[in-house]
Each structure stands twice: as structure tokens, then as C-alpha cells.
């Protein structure tokens, strides 16, 4: 035998062998085509190319001609490689159409077309598709995870190979991505897009299930954009009625459960006031911010509040709470939330989120999705009646509005805190130190001899700015985190918007939507109070905790 590196690392092959099958022989995976081990070696396909540094000199060959000699280094992880083998194989095999007309027996190029597309369609996360043979090189995705996400995991690639490559060169899923889907919203050419979950929408309707909708609280300030009207236009109403129209058999209100996040998140603070802590308590409803704290700041775990985000409290009610109520076996629904969000894609196949090994939110439409789902079922937009949602989990107040703006579950939070704790009514309800579009708001509240210190940041770069004013000694008792822009209003499953002012057009939406509501602090809502009377006991409760309550990894 001799001496070779693989990778960096030394091992023992025999003289004769040839680099690939001393690479295989040790666990290393080449992808190849014209090889095959009962042929004469053809050396044509170059799909199995490597990198050899042999005398000072390094070439990028195929590694079933290769032989290999003493003190060769080899190399198949490099970007460089990955790149040359995807082209030589994209050379000799058309993607995607040709393959999927094929069966079983094409496994092994099937196998070969997905490492091929490593790059060029890179299908790794739960939440973001990258498809370069749509990209038009305008680089809006890179600089909008550098400048508002201050991220920078994508780049614009100079050389060969895709135009917009991961800047580690490794699959989304496999870098920091938090599938905030911010590069989503301003890529022009769908190149950049959610993980489609329309075809699983339309398969559970087309196989009878009871499929019931859910709308979070920022969608009805921007579903009208998909339909031609001005940004920030209402339409909750009329989403109601597409809903129906489109097949929901029922269609709930998210809202509702972000009442409920209040109750449950309040009395965690207040617990947390009584015992000391962990300070800062942080929001945990946004999925994007959650993947950053678990892969950037996992010392701050402890910190997050332990309430599923509404959309996660809101499934587990639906098949626990309504299907008793209704009688409905919960196995015959099929729960789907319509989000702006693309990382409430991820968020769905949390391990921590199943129950009985089963999923509580079987499909998450984006905004733009669920406007595509409207038109493709052919339904007249401008024609829609109004319609309320169904009962008895539809109801909700202003405060739960307030949550798809940065600084509403702020806003909502300080209502039902200050109203509980004091045994007092607030002399006027709104907040307007944590409103607006500011990156980072801070505030210091009075509640009962307690100065309560606050913060809130929205936009990715932000949050990154004010964590580490934390790590640096800030002191708050509850910070509020949106990992977009503005927050769910500005979220990445939004529709797409050339407009300069979008945000805060949403935003007063959402603002107007508190005001004209009746009902304006969430422990005032009749049916939560409803809801903890004859189900869950107490906010904190045991069935509380089981249906509304995670846990988070790191
Ligand atoms: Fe949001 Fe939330 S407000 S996270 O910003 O807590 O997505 O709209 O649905 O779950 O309620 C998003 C919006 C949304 C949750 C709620
Ligand atoms: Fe960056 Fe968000 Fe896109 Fe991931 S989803 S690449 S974090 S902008």
C-alpha cells in the first residue's frame, strides 16, 4: 500500500488502485456516470471529477482514470469540484422533465440528477427553493439577506456554475439560513420561492378530508395586493369567502390564538417576575427568530417564553377542543395556516411540534400562495361578499391584530399585563413608544411599582444589533423579536411589492384594524375566557402546557 491524503486527511490505498476507488474504499462519495466497476474504465463523462495536487501541481480529473501515487493529495469537497461534475453532467443529461417521466429504474441517475443540482436547485430546506435556471443575476436576494437580514449566506458567484451560490457553498439547510424568506420577496423571477405546498393543499381536498383554514393576523392587510389593490388594502372578508369557495370547509382565525398566546405569555412573565427570571424573556412566536437564537445564540434558549406561536396553539385547539365539539374525528382533518412567512414552513416540522407522532399543521400557504390558490380555482375576487370567520374560535380583539406589526405582541402584552396586575383600567390602551417602523424601540413602563423595561426589533440585522447590546449588559424584562422587516407584515411569504412605502401602509392597516375594534385587550375577549372555563382550567394549566407549550434544541 501506499500513502495518499482524501480531504486532508492521510490513509492507506493500494498501489494499483485508481483515486476513485481508493476515495470509496475509505467512505467518500463520487457521484459517477460512465463508470461502472464490471467495464473496461472510459474516462469520458468527467461527472467524477476530483481535485489532485501531485508535485506542486493541481488539476481537477477524473478520478476512475486517476491512478493514485504516493503523497497525492486529493480533494472532492470543494466548490470547484462540485461545479465541474454538475456541468459535465448537466452536458449529457437534461434535467427535470425527462427524468421524471422515468421509474424505479433510474434511481442511480435520479440520485446523480439531485447532486447535480446542488447549486443550480438546491431543494435542502423545509421553507426556500433555490431554482438558478430561473435566475436573472440581479442579486436583490443576496443584498436583501446582507443589508436587512444581515445574514449574508447568499453570493453572487463570479465563476462557473450557478449565478447565486450559498456563501459556503453549502445547501441552504446546511448553512445559517433561518428560512426567513426575505430573499423570496425581492427576487422578480420565482428563482428564489417557498416550498410549494399547494399540491398537498389541493391532494387532502381531492381526498375528502375536512380541510379547515387558518389566517394569521398580517395576511388580511396584503392578500388584496395579489388582486390588484392598493398596498395595505383589508380583506378580511373577502378572504374568508375565497377561502370557502376554494374548498376550506372551515376557516378560523389566527387572531384568536394570539389572544391566547398573551394570556399563556403573560402569565409566564409574571411567573418569571416572581421568581427573578431568566431576563430578558423573549417573544417566541416568530419561527425566524427562533431558528437564530438556536443556531446563533443558544445560550439565550433558556430566555425564549415556552408558548408555541399562535399558529402551533391554534392546530392542537382545532383538533382537540372543535373536533370534540363538532364531533369530527381529528384524523379525518387536515389543518392548513395561511402565513406571511415562509420559515412557518420549518416551523411545521419542528420534532418538538408533533403530537402522537403526527404533525398539528399539515400545510402552510404563504400569502402569495394562497392569492395563486384563489385564482387558480377561477374565483372572481372583486365579486366576493364579505364573510365572518367560523365560531367558535374566530373571535378575537384589537390586541391580537396588533401582532403583525413589529411591537403588537409588545403593545398587547403591556395591555394585559398592566390590567392584571394593577387591577386597574388603562387610561388609554395604545403604546406608542414600541409602534412604528423603527429597527430597535425601547421602553420603560410603569406597572405596579415595577419599571418595566422593554425592547423590541424587527429585520434581522436589527435583532443582531440588539443582541448583542445584550450580550454586552443591556438589561430588559421582555424583548420582542421579528426576524422581518416591520415584522408579519413585512414577512417573507408576503406578496411581492415595488412599493417604496409598503410597510407602513400595512402597517396603519393593521393599526386601523385595533382601532375600530371593540374589543381592544385579549383577556377582555368572551371567548377566551370561554375557552379557559370549559377546556384548558388556567392560562399555565397542565392541558395548557401540553397543547400550547414547546420546548426548543440546540
Ligand atoms: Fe405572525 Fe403570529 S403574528 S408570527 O408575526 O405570532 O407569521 O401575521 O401568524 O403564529 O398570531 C406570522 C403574522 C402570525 C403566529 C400570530
Ligand atoms: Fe437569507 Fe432569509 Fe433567504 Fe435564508 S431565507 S437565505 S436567511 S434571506
Redesign the pocket.
Same mark, same amino acid.
Given at each position: 500500500t501506499i500513502k495518499i491524503q482524501i480531504n486532508g486527511t492521510e490513509y492507506d490505498v493500494p498501489a494499483d488502485a485508481s483515486v476513485l476507488e481508493a476515495c470509496r474504499m475509505h467512505g467518500f462519495t463520487i457521484p459517477t456516470l460512465c463508470y461502472h466497476p464490471r467495464l473496461r474504465v472510459a474516462g469520458s463523462c468527467r461527472v467524477c471529477v476530483v481535485s489532485i495536487e501531485q508535485d506542486g501541481e493541481i488539476q481537477i480529473k477524473p478520478s476512475c482514470s486517476a491512478k493514485v501515487a504516493p503523497g497525492m493529495k486529493v480533494r472532492t469537497d470543494t466548490h470547484d469540484v462540485k461545479v465541474k461534475s454538475a456541468e459535465a453532467l448537466r452536458k449529457l443529461v437534461e434535467p427535470e422533465a425527462k427524468i421524471a417521466k422515468r421509474d424505479g429504474q433510474t434511481a442511480e441517475l435520479e440520485d446523480l440528477i439531485d447532486r447535480a443540482n446542488d447549486g443550480w436547485r438546491d431543494t435542502s430546506s423545509f421553507s426556500i427553493v433555490r431554482d438558478m435556471d430561473l435566475c436573472v443575476k440581479c442579486g436583490r436576494c443576496v443584498r436583501a439577506c446582507d443589508q436587512l437580514q444581515g445574514l449574508s449566506l447568499l453570493a453572487t458567484n463570479t465563476g462557473e456554475g450557478a449565478p447565486i451560490v450559498t456563501s459556503t457553498g453549502a445547501p441552504l439547510a446546511e448553512t445559517d439560513c433561518i428560512s426567513c424568506g426575505q430573499c423570496t420577496t425581492f427576487c422578480p423571477a420565482g428563482a428564489i420561492r417557498e416550498v410549494d405546498h399547494i399540491e398537498r393543499v389541493l391532494k387532502a381536498m381531492d381526498d375528502k378530508k375536512i380541510v379547515v383554514l387558518q389566517?394569521?393576523?398580517?395576511?388580511r392587510v396584503a392578500i388584496s395586493e395579489c388582486f390588484g389593490e392598493p398596498s395595505g388594502s383589508i380583506g378580511t372578508g373577502k378572504m374568508v369567502a375565497a377561502a370557502k369557495l376554494a374548498g376550506f370547509s372551515y376557516v378560523f382565525d389566527?387572531?384568536f390564538?394570539?389572544d391566547l398566546?398573551i394570556m399563556e405569555e403573560g402569565t409566564e412573565l409574571l411567573g418569571r417576575v416572581a421568581n427573578g427570571g431568566p431576563f430578558p424573556m423573549f417573544?417566541s412566536?416568530?419561527?425566524g427568530w427562533i431558528n437564530l437564537c438556536e443556531k446563533r445564540f443558544p445560550e439565550y434558549i433558556p430566555n425564549l417564553s415556552s408558548c408555541?406561536?399562535?399558529?402551533?396553539?391554534?392546530s392542537p385547539i382545532i383538533k382537540t377542543y372543535f373536533a370534540k365539539r363538532t364531533g369530527i374525528n381529528p384524523d379525518d382533518l387536515y389543518v392548513v395556516?395561511m402565513?406571511?412567512?415562509t420559515?412557518?414552513k420549518d416551523?411545521i416540522e419542528r420534532p418538538q411540534m408533533f403530537r402522537d407522532g403526527k404533525k398539528d399543521t399539515e400545510a402552510v400557504l404563504t400569502t402569495r400562495e394562497l392569492g395563486e390558490l384563489i385564482k387558480r380555482k377561477g374565483i372572481n375576487w372583486d365579486d366576493l361578499p364579505d364573510l365572518p370567520y367560523d365560531d367558535p374560535i374566530g373571535a378575537s380583539t384589537g390586541a391580537?391584530a396588533l401582532? =403583525?406589526?413589529t411591537g /403588537?405582541?409588545m403593545e398587547a402584552a403591556l395591555r394585559t399585563a398592566y390590567e392584571l396586575k394593577t387591577g386597574k383600567t388603562l387610561p388609554s390602551v395604545e403604546f406608542q413608544q414600541v409602534r412604528g417602523l423603527a429597527g430597535v424601540k425601547e421602553a420603560e413602563i410603569p406597572v405596579d411599582g415595577l419599571n418595566v423595561r422593554v425592547a423590541v426589533a424587527s429585520g434581522t440585522a436589527n435583532v443582531l444589533a440588539l443582541m448583542d447590546k445584550i450580550k454586552k449588559g443591556a438589561e430588559y424584562h421582555f424583548v420582542e423579536i421579528?426576524a422581518?422587516p416591520g =415584522?408579519?407584515?413585512g /414577512?417573507g411569504?408576503q406578496p411581492i411589492s415595488l412599493d417604496k412605502d409598503i410597510l407602513k401602509k400595512r402597517m396603519e392597516s393593521i393599526y386601523s384594524i385595533d382601532e375600530r375594534s371593540v374589543i381592544r385587550k385579549s383577556h377582555e375577549n368572551p371567548m377566551i375566557t370561554e375557552i379557559y372555563k370549559n377546556f384548558f382550567g388556567k392560562p399555565g394549566s397542565h392541558l395548557s402546557h401540553e397543547l400550547l407549550h414547546t420546548t426548543y434544541s440546540d
Open positions: 389566517t394569521a393576523p398580517s395576511t389566527t387572531n390564538t394570539a398566546t417573544t412566536c416568530c419561527p408555541r406561536s399562535p399558529m402551533q396553539m391554534m395556516a402565513m406571511p412567512c420559515a412557518k416551523e391580537a401582532f =403583525g406589526a /403588537g405582541v421579528m422581518c =415584522g408579519c407584515i /414577512g411569504g
